[in-house]
Structures are given as C-alpha cells and as structure tokens.
C-alpha cells in the first residue's frame, strides 16, 4: 500500500474514532516509539477517572494482545483473520455482561447501527455485509455460541478473561464514585474540530437528523433517556471502548469491526431466539400505552 493510500485511510479511520490530525508522518511496522504523553486533552473528554480506567484496562490487556497477535500471526494478519478475532473477542465480551449474550450484544446493535446510518445511505456495505453473513454464517454462530457459553479455548480465554476482569474493575470503582460518563460537549468540539461536515453533524446533537431506525425506536422507548446513566450502561460503555482500543493495536480496521459487530448481531437470534426489534416494540408498546 502506498504512502498516500495509507494516509487516506488513516484520515477516514480518524474521522471514525475522533482522532485528529496529524496522521504522518508513516513509520515502518514494529516501530517501537517512546515519547512524553500530554493527558490533558483526554483528560478534558473523558475525565480523570475515565483516563485511569483506560489506561489500566490497557495494561490488563498486554496478555489479550500476546495472544490475538499469535493468532494473526498463525493466519497471516489476514482480514478475515481480523474479523474472526472481532467476533470471538465480542462474543466473549458480551459473556461478561450480566445479561449474558442477549444484553451485552445491545452496545454492539448500536454501533454497528449507527454506523451504517451515516455511511451507508444507498445500502451497499449492509448488503455486503449481509453476503458474508450467507457465506459464514452457520460457522460464525457457532463460534459465538461456543465462547458465550463460557467455552472459550486457547487465545480466546484470554480476551474472556480481560472481559471478565475489566466489567470487575470497572463496577467496583463506579460503586466508589468514579465518573465515567464524559464530557459531550469535548465530543462535539473535537468532531468539529476535524473538519467534516458530516463527522460534526453526527456529533451534534443540535444539528443531527439521520438516524437508525434502532436509535430511533430506542428513543421512542426510553424518550427521558434514563438508561445513558444506569450504572450497567455506564460501566459497560467504559469496557466496551477498552477492547476497541485493543483491538485497534491489533490492527482491525473500523470497518472490519462494524463486519464483525453485524455477524455477531446477526448470530443472536439463531442461537437465543432474541430479536431486538420484538424486544423493543414490546417496551415501546408498554411505554405508550401508559401516555
């Protein structure tokens, strides 16, 4: 890949994870750096608490990366290498959540959702991802049946583990005060700040219209928004942006995590009989009827 490809994507891949510039320059891979970190900025987004959990549950990571890079390695840092990696690390993540697989694969209906409502207008990359499904499916759903249901194996018990660990720590400084809620208001700056209409438009809530039919319906059931500040949202929200951290020093592209997020999302009710769609029309229902 050349130089200026790279930087392109580097461009698109920090417009998705709010990361801006600069991205150069490019540095040969295994580049080992080391140079002083200013916190402040983070500091300013996620708070202090937000920034002691971050990183220590990248530190409680290292082993999780010792055995996802092993794993690529074996099948040569492919992407269909990647996104297995995606899958296992969700499925085992969503294990970790006190709802199981059927609560913990929610975060990952909303993000892949969200996704796709701003980048897929004409339905292109659900339709690609839908072939994959077709194509892998059946494999896919046994994969995340297998390690949901605590039957991880090799590499993968140590993102289990990680999982397990982080939702542990989490919990027990957020029943110690600890802040993780964020700073909307940095969000919205920091998007603007990188110079895409679109990318500050989704950001700000002032001025966003296109929205999932998900978010949408999830409105519709909790128009107060009283679940963005229950302790479990809160809690696995921080998680959750941990392992995608991991998984970004693994290489995982943004798209290859939505793919995987949707294969996932896809697997549930195979394997559960759970549809989110039934689940929250029946609130919906329970939530207007008493208007």
């Known amino acids: ?71 690529l390695a074996e099948r040569a840092n492919t992407s269909t290498a990647r996104v297995e990696l995606v899958v296992a690390a969700l499925a085992a993540h969503a294990a970790a959540h006190p709802e199981g697989l059927v609560g913990g694969h929610y975060s990952y209906v909303s993000h892949l959702e969200d996704f796709l409502a701003q980048e897929d207008h004409d339905g292109r990359i659900r339709a690609a991802f839908d072939r994959r499904w077709d ?11 297998r390690i949901a249901s605590g039957g991880e194996t090799g590499w993968e018990g140590a993102w289990a583990d990680w999982s397990t660990d982080a939702w542990r720590i989490a919990e027990q400084r957020f029943e110690a005060g600890a802040d993780f809620t964020g700073v909307r208001a940095e969000y919205v700056d ?23 039919d998900f978010h949408r319906l999830l409105h519709r059931s ?35 995590r939505y793919l995987a997020a949707h294969l996932l999302v896809r697997s549930v009710p195979e394997l559960t009989g759970h549809r989110w769609q039934a689940r929250v029309g029946e609130v919906i229902s329970a939530v207007e009827g008493t208007r």
């Open 190 to 212: 920091r998007a603007a700040a990188l110079g895409d209409p679109a990318t500050a438009e989704r950001w700000d809530r002032g001025a966003r219209t296109r929205y999932s």
């Open 135 to 145: 194509a892998v499916g059946g494999r896919i759903a046994a994969l995340v049946g």
């Open 1 to 71: 890949v050349d130089g200026r490809r790279r930087l392109a994507q580097a461009e698109a891949a920090g417009r998705a994870e709010l990361i801006p510039p600069p991205y150069g320059p490019l540095v040969p891979d295994n580049t080992v750096r080391v140079e002083p970190v200013d916190r402040s900025s983070l500091t300013a987004l996620i708070g202090p608490d937000g920034v002691r959990l971050r990183e220590d549950l990248l530190a409680l990571g290292l082993p999780a990366l010792d055995a996802g890079a092993a794993f």
């Open 222 to 256: 909790d128009p107060q928004g009283t679940m963005w500040s229950r302790p479990d949202y809160l809690v696995y929200r921080a998680c959750t942006n941990g392992l995608y951290r991991l998984l970004t020093i693994c290489d995982v592209r943004p798209v290859e």
